[in-house]
């Protein structure tokens, strides 16, 4: 298994400003909080905490968060890319309290989409990545979504995805059965060519 090992350091420069030119010296800003200590406003160096989100699992994965020799665990929780280049700008970490429950963000994995596209169905993704809640140790590395069985006109929401032991689907707790896939009918109909001969 890889280890997330990320290195940070205390940030006392706050503001706009500060944060422009922490980005022109190659560094992002950053804040991390949660558990029982005070939020803390930090300084990454962007190169290395682009190297280790290029790693999808790291997403949903505890990091070894190291603050200037300090080690703690934590998630990520959100993160601000830039619109057209894309490079991460900003980044929220949450800490991870042993026996307590996070909320995370996972990426989903479509596995046997080759059934329904025989069968002449199209796929449409509808979520790419679920919010889960669960302890750190349970943290699911992403959700699988099978669509070996799935029929033309089939809708898969939440509640047809088996959660890991100890994982419950944020949305669905709150009542929301969100639709995370589809298998429709091509969009031309060869029917309707055939009409416009």
């Known amino acids: 298994m890889t ?8 940030r006392t420069d706050l503001g706009k400003g500060a944060s422009r030119r922490l980005r022109h010296a190659a560094s992002i800003p950053a804040v991390v909080y949660g558990g029982d200590k005070e939020a803390q406003s930090l ?16 997403f949903s994965h505890v990091i070894e968060l190291n603050v200037d020799g300090a080690k703690q665990n934590v998630i990520v929780k959100a993160m601000q890319r830039h619109p057209a280049k894309g490079f991460i700008m900003h980044a929220d970490f949450v800490r991870v309290v042993a026996g307590q ?3 995370a963000v996972v990426p989903v994995h479509f596995i046997n989409e080759e059934a329904p596209v025989k069968k002449g169905g199209e796929i ?10 669960c302890e750190a140790k349970d943290l699911p590395e992403f959700i699988e979504v099978d669509l070996a ?4 006109g089939t809708i ?3 509640s047809d995805l088996k959660a890991p032991k100890g994982v419950e689907f944020v949305a669905l ?8 896939a589809n298998v429709h009918a091509p969009r031309v109909a060869p029917e309707a060519e055939g009409a416009a001969e």
Not at 3 to 10: E, G, T, V
Not at 124 to 133: A, D, G, W
Not at 149 to 152: F, M, R, T, V, W
């Open 3 to 10: 280890d997330f090992i990320l290195n940070a350091q205390a």
């Open 43 to 58: 300084t990454i160096v962007a190169k290395e905490i682009a190297k280790l989100f290029e790693n999808e699992a790291a």
């Open 101 to 103: 429950k996070l909320t």
């Open 124 to 133: 449409s993704h509808v979520e790419s990545q679920i919010e889960v809640s």
């Open 149 to 152: 069985n799935a029929e033309i």
């Open 156 to 158: 898969i929401h939440l």
């Open 173 to 180: 707790a709150h009542g929301d059965d969100k639709a995370v």
